[in-house]
């Protein structure tokens, strides 16, 4: 979420606390505080640039027009479930695994729906392996799945080289298959850390 200054913020606010009809808004700049008056076409233009107005307008008359986007309308809900997620959540920069630098992102105080992602990985092999590839990634895939709940189960990580092994022999082929599988044993660890 590309989050807006306090300045940026109040101008919103007062914004969406003026007369409208549909996304237009309107009003006259007495009732802006100063701070904002003295820099209110780079605030406007501010708004535009980050997504919150399509277009906006100041007259010398001291009236202004912003139509805002959806993003503008909705900036304060948006923002407080950005700030909800943030803190259930843990922030991983990278993992090094074997050489190979993978990023995980954030990962969200729930348990990851691995079923789910286990059937996206499957249908992108049919959709995208070749065939002579397609049973060995499927038994890979069943495999890591069979790691993946004694994993779980255990709370523990145990040595497995040779599935390691298997998957890296289509890394350079299938590079989104090692990416997904990656996910999915990084996003089990976090939860196994969490305590989930």
């Known amino acids: 979420m590309n989050l807006l200054n306090e300045a940026e913020k109040e101008l919103l606010k007062i914004i969406l606390e003026s007369n409208h009809s549909g996304y237009t808004y309107s009003g006259t700049i007495e009732k802006f505080p100063e701070y904002i008056k003295v820099q209110i076409k780079r605030l406007?233009?501010?708004?535009?640039?980050?997504?919150?107005?399509?277009?906006?307008?100041?007259?010398?008359?001291?009236?202004?027009?912003?139509?805002?986007?959806?993003?503008?309308?909705?900036?304060?809900?948006?923002?407080?479930?950005?700030?909800?997620?943030n803190n259930n959540?843990?922030?991983?920069?990278?993992?090094?695994?074997?050489?190979?630098?993978?990023?995980?992102?954030?990962?969200?105080?729930?348990?990851?729906?691995?079923e789910h992602t286990f059937k996206e990985i499957d249908k992108k092999i049919d959709d995208e392996a070749d065939d002579e590839d397609k049973?060995?990634?499927?038994?890979?895939?069943?495999?890591?799945?069979?790691?993946?709940?004694?994993?779980?189960?255990?709370?523990?990580?145990?040595?497995?080289?040779?599935?390691?092994?298997?998957?890296?022999?289509h890394l350079n082929k299938y590079n989104w298959f090692y990416q997904s599988v990656m996910n999915i044993i990084g996003n089990t660890i976090i939860n196994i850390m969490k305590g989930n």
């Open 44 to 85: 406007f233009k501010t708004l535009e640039i980050k997504g919150c107005a399509a277009k906006t307008y100041c007259w010398l008359n001291g009236s202004w027009e912003a139509i805002l986007t959806p993003k503008g309308t909705n900036y304060f809900e948006k923002e407080e479930e950005s700030k909800k997620m």
């Open 135 to 169: 049973e060995e990634l499927k038994n890979i895939l069943q495999e890591l799945k069979q790691y993946i709940n004694d994993l779980s189960d255990l709370k523990s990580v145990k040595q497995n080289k040779n599935l390691f092994k298997k998957m890296s022999n």
């Open 89 to 114: 959540s843990i922030t991983i920069k990278s993992f090094n695994v074997s050489s190979s630098n993978i990023n995980f992102g954030i990962v969200n105080n729930s348990n990851t729906n691995i």
